[in-house]
């Protein structure tokens, strides 16, 4: 009993002192944010939010013209800095994280958002489908989030690593093993890493956006008509349709899920991590599809 009691004292001293090390987050002035999937979307909100409180962004996407288009709404190059990357591709993320210190001299948040929707029933989903999607979200996360958090560690500087994840990571809904199932992924990397990475004073959260998010290439690229479909509504009015559905009665907008990231990392939450906040206007509250 001695030699456990004596063990436990050291234990807990050591988690002190490793406490102790462990610096307060940077104001977001002071911060870089690299931003994958910035060029459209939720990611493109995001990147105007954040810069808006004074962040250097770096618009990570695939799709080099419209991260172009996003680093020059945030005012060129003394601010935000366009890096086209593919984040299935080991070596692009790599060099995107570099390109980003390069720019601005080091990385301190960083924001998962990067994803394609591939909704589709189990029996018509391909191996490829499968593939291509954890390709993007599951693969593509880990590989920026290990790429980022190497910075981050070597920097000493403590960090955030924010998941743009979603409803369906947790709640269950047809025609929809692939996306729902990597998003699931998405969420599990979120406690595993903020277990791992604590220590070094980063952060990892996420944020579950509602099922549907108009003003989104995903929501325009055929998720919108798939489900005004299923709800029998135009798709003009789904919008409408799905503000009715939540307890707020409010519609979710990329600014809304923007914001929430911003309230992760910029805010008050430095003694938060390993959480999903829901932006979903009330939806999995009351467990509504
Ligand atoms: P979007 O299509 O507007 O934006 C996605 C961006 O990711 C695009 O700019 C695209 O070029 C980029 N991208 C795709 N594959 C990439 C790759 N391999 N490498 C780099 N960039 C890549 O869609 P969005 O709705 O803004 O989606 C953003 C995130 O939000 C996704 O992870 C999505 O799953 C999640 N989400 C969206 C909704 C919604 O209703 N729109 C709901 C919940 C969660």
Same mark, same amino acid.
Request: hydrophobic letters at 45%; aromatic letters at 6%; proline letters at 3%.
């Given at each position: 009993?001695?030699?456990?009691?004596?063990?436990?004292?050291?234990?807990?001293?050591?988690?002190?002192?490793?406490? !102790?090390?462990?610096?307060?987050?940077?104001?977001? $002035? @002071? #911060? +870089?944010?690299?931003?994958? *999937?910035? /060029?459209?979307? &939720?990611?493109?909100?995001?990147?105007?939010?954040?810069?808006?409180?004074?962040?250097?962004?770096?618009?990570?996407?695939?799709?080099?013209?419209?991260?172009?288009?996003?680093?020059?709404?945030?005012?060129?190059?003394?601010?935000?800095?366009?890096?086209?990357?593919?984040?299935?591709?080991?070596?692009?993320?790599?060099?995107?994280?570099?390109?980003?210190?390069?720019?601005?001299?080091?990385?301190?948040?960083?924001?998962?958002?990067?994803?394609?929707?591939?909704?589709?029933?189990?029996?018509?989903?391909?191996?490829?489908?499968?593939?291509?999607?954890?390709?993007?979200?599951? !693969?593509?996360?880990?590989?920026?989030?290990?790429? $980022? @958090? #190497? +910075?981050?560690?070597?920097? *000493?500087? /403590?960090?955030? &690593?924010?998941?743009?994840?979603?409803?369906?990571?947790?709640?269950?809904?047809?025609?929809?093993?692939?996306?729902?199932?990597?998003?699931?992924?998405?969420?599990?990397?979120?406690?595993?890493?903020?277990?791992?990475?604590?220590?070094?004073?980063?952060?990892?959260?996420?944020?579950?956006?509602?099922?549907?998010?108009?003003?989104?290439?995903?929501?325009?690229?055929?998720?919108?008509?798939?489900?005004?479909?299923?709800?029998?509504?135009?798709?003009?009015?789904?919008?409408?349709?799905?503000?009715?559905?939540?307890?707020?009665?409010?519609?979710?907008?990329?600014?809304?899920?923007?914001?929430?990231?911003?309230?992760?990392?910029?805010?008050?939450?430095?003694?938060?991590?390993?959480?999903?906040?829901?932006?979903?206007?009330?939806?999995?509250?009351?467990?509504?599809?």
């Amino acid at each position: 009993i001695e030699e456990s009691e004596k063990f436990r004292i050291e234990y807990w001293e050591l988690e002190e002192a490793k406490l !102790r090390r462990m610096p307060p987050p940077k104001p977001l $002035a @002071a #911060r +870089v944010a690299l931003v994958t *999937g910035g /060029g459209s979307g &939720i990611g493109r909100a995001t990147a105007l939010r954040l810069a808006a409180e004074g962040a250097c962004v770096v618009v990570a996407d695939r799709d080099a013209g419209a991260a172009e288009k996003v680093a020059e709404e945030l005012g060129g190059a003394d601010r935000a800095v366009a890096v086209a990357v593919d984040v299935t591709s080991e070596e692009q993320v790599v060099a995107a994280v570099r390109a980003a210190s390069l720019a601005f001299g080091g990385v301190d948040l960083v924001v998962n958002n990067a994803g394609i929707s591939i909704s589709k029933p189990l029996l018509e989903t391909t191996v490829a489908d499968w593939d291509l999607q954890h390709d993007i979200m599951a !693969r593509g996360s880990f590989l920026v989030s290990r790429e $980022a @958090a #190497r +910075v981050m560690i070597d920097q *000493g500087l /403590g960090g955030d &690593i924010v998941y743009v994840a979603s409803k369906n990571g947790v709640f269950a809904g047809p025609n929809n093993i692939a996306y729902g199932a990597t998003k699931a992924d998405q969420a599990h990397q979120v406690r595993l890493l903020a277990a791992e990475l604590g220590e070094h004073g980063i952060r990892v959260n996420g944020v579950n956006p509602d099922g549907v998010v108009r003003g989104s290439g995903i929501f325009a690229g055929g998720w919108g008509a798939k489900r005004a479909a299923v709800y029998g509504v135009e798709e003009e009015r789904l919008g409408e349709f799905y503000a009715q559905r939540t307890l707020l009665k409010r519609e979710v907008l990329p600014e809304h899920v923007a914001a929430a990231v911003f309230a992760l990392t910029g805010g008050d939450l430095g003694h938060t991590t390993g959480l999903h906040v829901p932006v979903d206007a009330g939806v999995a509250a009351a467990f509504l599809r």
